[in-house]
């Protein structure tokens, strides 16, 4: 259980474009879902913070007009990435937090690697 | 400022070999989580760990939380290929809810 599905797995889009990414909780609901961003050979850096129903919460230096993020079902969260450039080529990665069942942490889409040329 | 020191940043060891992967932190944490994430795909949930001085074991992988909840550590035992990925430490802050990751312990095991 509490499975969060991702999609697309990659993307190759053209600089200037916009590009967007699903996250879907298949059997359970998530009130909050969170969006990291990684690099190759890093850690995760979280992004943003969506809440279903309301604006999302932007970690500093992210820029929310360039990141753009919809929770608009307790199911579906989306990011789109708008007139993206080669420096947003990345790896990015929704996680929701599961409690119950003998569960507690955070359960992670399969990530997105963007890669913008 | 990393909020979540964890170390060795890298690992490569033989088989049967056993390791220890540190998680430090000035920080109070309610809880701390293991993941281990394979190339291309997204971290995947080991343990959770929530009290002081607790221990949890996963077959060869020991998972312990310090007393004061601000440190962890994972203890592999007799370590082997298909452990060879890379493991997140993760904790929630004490009176916050943002999930705070390590910078990741890259493991490889040879054969």
């Not at chain 1, 990141?67 to 420096?87: G, K, R």
């Not at chain 2, 550590?73 to 290929?81: D, E, N, R, V, W």
Request: hydrophobic content about 35%; some cysteine; aromatic content about 10%.
């Amino acid at each position: 259980g509490a499975v969060v599905s991702q999609h697309p797995s990659w993307v190759i889009c053209k600089s200037g474009t916009s590009v967007k990414i699903e996250c879907r909780s298949l059997d359970f609901q998530a009130t909050t879902m969170f969006w990291y961003r990684q690099f190759p050979k890093q850690s995760l850096m979280l992004m943003a913070t969506s809440n279903e129903g309301s604006k999302a919460t932007y970690e500093q230096g992210v820029e929310k007009d360039k990141f753009l993020i919809n929770h608009a079902s307790l199911t579906l969260s989306t990011l789109t990435v708008t007139s993206a450039h080669p420096e947003d080529s990345s790896f990015y990665i929704c996680s929701a937090e599961v409690r119950g069942q003998g569960i507690y942490g955070y359960t992670f889409g399969s990530g997105t690697r963007l890669t913008v040329v | 400022t990393q909020l979540l020191e964890q170390s060795p940043q890298f690992l490569s060891i033989q088989e049967g070999e056993n390791l220890t992967v540190y998680c430090n932190s000035s920080s109070v944490f309610s809880s701390l989580q293991w993941y281990r994430q394979e190339p291309g795909e997204g971290p995947v949930l080991l343990v959770t760990v929530v009290t002081g001085g607790e221990v949890k074991k996963l077959k060869r992988l020991t998972f312990q939380f310090g007393d004061a909840r601000k440190d962890s550590s994972l203890h592999i035992t007799a370590a082997q290929p298909g452990d060879t990925g890379l493991y997140l430490c993760a904790g929630v802050e004490a009176n916050q809810g943002n999930l705070i990751f390590g910078k990741g312990t890259k493991l490889s095991v040879k054969p």
